[in-house]
T-cell receptor, first 116, second 112 residues
Framework: GAVVSQHPSRVICKSGTSVKIECRSL??????MFWYRQFPKQSLMLMAT?????????EQGVEKDKFLINHASLTLSTLTVTSAHPEDSSFYIC????????????FGQGTRLTVV | GNSVTQMEGPVTLSEEAFLTINCTYT??????LFWYVQYPGEGLQLLLK?????DKGSNKGFEATYRKETTSFHLEKGSVQVSDSAVYFC???????????FGKGTTLSVSS
């Protein structure tokens, strides 16, 4: 299957700093990327959907000014957690799909964020 | 909106036992249904899917049938292996058909 690379896999940052997570589709053009958050022993919660070249659509309850999403190209989307706090510590997962060719969504391996 | 409920784990089985993980859904329209698997230390992988009623998805010995009358998509495998130990997520497309909504996941542990 297609490959989606997410980087970094783990990051520890201090409270108040910002962290950027990258999601790349390596062998296909992703018209749409999704960002999820997974709490321990919980399901994946969809945070936002981003289409290449346009603003992301955030799910209800997700602060768009805190979780900045950029999808500037067909192979790269970034999630920036701004002014991180310990409660932002979580597992963040991206997935990428090409809705033009109706491919399934492929998932990155996730990023474990710990804010200290 | 669309939602999915799957049985809570953990599920602990011996090798070669029969596996069922229940999944039911509520949805508007005709969503596609999926099972994803997350092996320890890895990302989610699509295990199988079904896009319309009565479709059966199958892969690696796992099966699930899209049952519209019972709004279910139960995952089954006739004989599990230790290597099947993982977390299994049931999912369906959202109302817009643009994203996936996941269940809480069921941890399967298979011992030899």
């Amino acid at each position: 299957g297609a490959v989606v690379s997410q980087h970094p896999s783990r990051v520890i940052c201090k409270s108040g700093t910002s962290v950027k997570i990258e999601c790349r589709s390596l062998d296909f053009q992703a018209t749409t990327m999704f960002w999820y958050r997974q709490f321990p022993k919980q399901s994946l919660m969809l945070m936002a959907t981003s289409n290449e070249g346009s603003k992301a659509t955030y799910e209800q309850g997700v602060e768009k000014d805190k979780f900045l999403i950029n999808h500037a190209s067909l192979t790269l989307s970034t999630l920036t957690v701004t002014s991180a706090h310990p409660e932002d510590s979580s597992f963040y997962i991206c997935s990428a799909a090409s809705l033009v060719s109706n491919t399934e969504a492929f998932f990155g391996q996730g990023t474990r964020l710990t804010v200290v | 909106g669309n939602s999915v409920t799957q049985m809570e784990g953990p599920v602990t089985l011996s090798e070669e036992a029969f596996l069922t993980i229940n999944c039911t859904y509520t949805a508007t329209g005709y969503p596609s249904l999926f099972w994803y698997v997350q092996y320890p230390g890895e990302g989610l992988q699509l295990l199988l899917k079904a896009t319309k009623a009565d479709d059966k998805g199958s892969n690696k010995g796992f099966e699930a049938t899209y049952r519209k009358e019972t709004t279910s998509f139960h995952l089954e495998k006739g004989s599990v292996q230790v290597s099947d130990s993982a977390v299994y997520f049931c999912a369906l497309t959202n109302q817009a058909g643009t994203a996936l909504i996941f269940g809480k996941g069921t941890t399967l542990s298979v011992s030899s």
